[in-house]
């Protein structure tokens, strides 16, 4: 779904336990975000801690969640776990 770039967003991190990165994603509210996770995917019983950083604009939230995931290697996020970060294309 195209967003307006310049809408507030979310960009989350979830944790497990042992403080591991199991997702970073960003939404327009990552509460009902998290909710959605419940049905497909399997993991969201590990996350023990849900890190939020609020964003102006969507469009910045995007770069910083394209960064975290190239940067930081979350275990769930199947998009940009390579080299070639092109599957993250804005969206």
Known sequence: MKRNPRE???LYRAFDS??????????????SRAAK???AAPWLQDIARIDV???DH????????????RDERP???KH????????????
């Not at 042992?18 to 509460?31: E, N």
């Not at 969507?58 to 995931?69: K, L, S």
């Open 8 to 10: 507030p967003a979310q």
């Open 18 to 31: 042992k403080g591991r990165l199991l997702y970073c994603g960003v939404s327009l509210c990552c509460i």
């Open 37 to 39: 996770h419940r049905i």
């Open 53 to 55: 950083e609020h964003f």
């Open 58 to 69: 969507w469009d910045v939230a995007r770069q910083a969640e394209i960064a975290a995931i």
């Open 75 to 77: 275990v769930h996020n």
């Open 80 to 91: 940009g776990r390579g080299p070639d970060l092109r599957s993250l294309q804005y969206r």
